[in-house]
């Protein structure tokens, strides 16, 4: 094995991009035909990015499928988590998911039975639950956030409320540390985000010298330390925006410089590299695919189907996010 992996650079789309494929068509028509919405993750492929009717983090993602009114179908291309965060906010709507299989490591980290055990034994803790969970996590929860919220969600918390933070205790640690909150952080994580190298990033930061690191904060305090800027996938890209840098170091999944590359023209944007790879996918997010997607349109199938009981006690903490976020 090298000493190092070789890093990958994007260069901005810069001009005209290059003309859909017929399946990426066909997309196109079925959508228009079913009269759908298409909500798509920053962290999905490229191809699929490109049919999107709105690309964007968990948060905004929440927000536009709070607004998808007009839309007779939903589809999100994502995590199951984040189709039934649509069907949470939708009850009357049809949601779709490509890919149902797609699960997360966040998610899978905290079984709610295991949730409810331990709230049952702390009934005096405040639960702020990233939206990183199932549908029976949030129901549990007395606040949800995203990575783009999450100190503003937690200094919203009374003061004099001790804070579990679940599932994850690198987004945790971070938001703890911004607001001087106590916080007991839940035992989990994202496996793309812990993957990355403190030793390939600085790598990268003497390749590209002055070049901003932007880092998500569910990597590792030791990776987080190497950031200028430690902010959600949305803040990457408003940084990215108004910074009078050439080239940024993106510590976060990959296909987030898809977008980044065809929004920031002029720019280059370095993927940020793990210990063995120049590049870090997730493999549950990329299990939704463009073939997936036309079938999920054709058939109106698979769908989010989920308890009224569950959906409505699990709306309560989803919508005072919302509200606590416009505030």
């Excluded at 090298?2 to 290059?18: T, Y």
């Excluded at 999944?253 to 793990?274: D, Q, Y």
Aim: net charge negative.
């Amino acid at each position: 094995m090298s000493d190092s992996v070789s890093l990958q650079v994007f260069e901005s789309a810069n001009g005209a991009l290059p003309p859909l494929s017929p399946l990426q068509e066909e997309v196109l028509r079925l959508k228009k035909e079913r009269n759908a919405v298409l909500l798509v993750h920053n962290y999905q492929s490229e191809e699929i990015q490109r049919v999107a009717d709105f690309v964007g983090d968990s948060l905004g993602l929440s927000y536009q499928a709070a607004a998808a009114k007009d839309a007779d179908v939903i589809v999100f291309c994502g995590v199951h988590f984040m189709a039934e965060t649509a069907k949470i906010v939708n009850p009357s709507k049809r949601v779709l998911l490509p890919a149902p299989e797609a699960g997360c490591s966040l998610a899978d980290s905290c079984p709610a039975e295991e949730l409810a055990a331990f709230k049952a034994a702390h009934p005096e803790l405040y639960v702020v639950a990233y939206i990183n969970c199932s549908a029976e996590v949030k129901a549990l929860a007395d606040v949800i956030c995203t990575s783009g919220n999450a100190k503003k969600i937690v200094e919203r918390v009374p003061a004099d409320k001790e804070i579990l933070f679940v599932p994850d205790q690198n987004l945790g640690a971070w938001v703890a540390g911004q607001t001087g909150r106590k916080i007991r952080l839940w035992p989990g994580s994202c496996y793309a985000h812990v993957l990355f190298s403190v030793r390939e990033i600085r790598k990268a930061k003497e390749a590209f010298p002055g070049a901003p690191v932007l880092v998500h904060p569910e990597c590792v305090e030791s990776v987080r330390a190497e950031a200028d800027l430690v902010c959600s996938t949305e803040k990457m890209v408003d940084f990215c925006k108004a910074s009078a840098a050439e080239t940024f170091i993106i510590v976060t999944e990959t296909n987030m410089i898809a977008r980044l590359r065809h929004e920031i023209p002029g720019k280059k944007f370095v993927a940020g590299p793990t210990a063995t790879c120049a590049c870090n996918e997730c493999r549950f997010m990329k299990m939704n695919t463009l073939e997936k997607l036309r079938d999920c349109l054709r058939d109106l199938a698979p769908e989010i189907v989920m308890d009224e009981t569950l959906r409505s006690r699990a709306a309560v903490p989803l919508l005072r996010m919302l509200e606590w976020s416009k505030a």
